[in-house]
């Protein structure tokens, strides 16, 4: 970690008794810095805005909040900004409504991390895929939403780490592709491009709202494994990397051509 504030001081510890902690009570946002300024700044705030009303959490200072990031992202040329909302400090139990009124209050902590290397080989020359052997649960109160709760990605990158591939394809417990450990998935079919609905499970990516509202032929629905098996392309996605082709899904090579392109055009369009 190169840099952390917590409500707006400079440091990084808080208090045990802080709900994000104990309960997962919150929700986070990833963004990127690109020479001292946040990418899709606009959306990521918005992001942790509708988080928080769906999570019955209190309105905080957007206005406030994009000044410190903007600040914040200036001496920073090529990072990663995270930026992580609590429901503050609370006493035993799930309920809120018994927090110590005097101390209970939102926690803004804002992070600043080092760029994964990494993908920037895997935009220019894709990644391999394979499929989970796990599978995600339902949840339509939280799907969408990218709260604290995130120990079913924490196991999936524990497979993810003891096999060959880059990334794992994920579905939920009635066998539909939903994203992979981390990203989004697209795919193209005879020139058609597809992404999972994700209603009841997975996260609501701002990279994959960003293709949609720029490719508004994607058909989103329900998949399953048969779908993405006649795939001519096919590729990952999130507000970090951007997008990844895939250039093996199992045993099968794709091309990744479109991938580059799609890649290519969004580019000119994601704004600060």
Known sequence: MKFCTVNGNEKSEMSINDRGFSYGDGLFTTAKIIDGKVLMLTEHINRLVFGCAQLGLPKFDSQQLRHDLTLVAKPFCHDVLKVIITAGVGGRGYSRVHSNKAESHLNIIIMVFDFPAHYEQWKK???????????????????????????????F????????EDDLVIMNINDHIIETSSANIFWWTNNQLYTPDIINSGVAGLMRQCILDNHKSTTVSTFSLPELEQADEIFICNSIMGIVPVKQYKDKALSIN?????????????HV
């Open 258 to 270: 479109a991938s580059l392109a799609l890649s290519n055009a969004l580019g000119k369009v994601i």
């Open 125 to 155: 020359t894709g990644i391999t895929l394979g499929v989970s052997q796990q599978r995600m649960g339902i949840n339509p109160m939280l799907s969408q939403v990218k709260h604290l709760n995130r120990l079913e990605q924490v196991l």
């Open 157 to 164: 990158r524990a497979e993810l780490d003891d096999v060959k």
